[in-house]
């Protein structure tokens, strides 16, 4: 596997004209985490604040934009159970999602439906997550 990825960074405040093409290193999983090999990151408000300068990441989470996504997962942390490398997955991030890779505790990664398409999936995490921790 490569030591570096493809992201979109903000580059400062604004509209889209701020985001930037960037190689940056590739994330390691950590401890219950698994690192996702990126195919569609959703696009949500959270975003757009970040971009505008509205909202700052939570310490320690990524300061690159996207709070989901779905992919394969390309490696697992230590801890890991039930998850195997190469896994369908749509996944709720601590941001990163712009990008080719990201690291997200397993524990917010959900398996894509039978006969549902990657793109369809990116946008499941944060609608399926809000609504289940509100039931």
């Known amino acids: 596997m490569a030591e570096t990825m493809r992201a979109v960074q903000i580059d400062r405040p604004g509209g889209p004209e701020v985001l930037v093409p960037v190689e940056r290193p590739l994330p390691e999983p950590g401890h ?3 690192l996702l090999r990126i195919a569609f990151a959703g696009v ?10 509205a909202y700052d990441p939570p310490p320690g ?14 490696a697992l942390g230590p801890g890991v159970d039930g998850w195997a490398v190469g896994d369908r997955v749509c996944a709720l991030l601590p941001g990163g999602g712009y990008a080719d890779h990201a690291v997200t505790p397993a524990a917010h990664c959900l398996p894509v439906p039978e006969g549902m398409g990657l793109k369809e999936a990116a946008c499941l995490p944060e609608t399926f997550f809000t609504v289940w921790s509100n039931v």
């Open 44 to 53: 949500n408000r959270p975003d757009a604040l970040q971009r505008a300068g």
């Open 61 to 74: 989470a990524s300061d690159l934009p996207g709070l989901e996504a779905s992919g394969e997962i390309a």
């Open 32 to 34: 219950g985490q698994v």
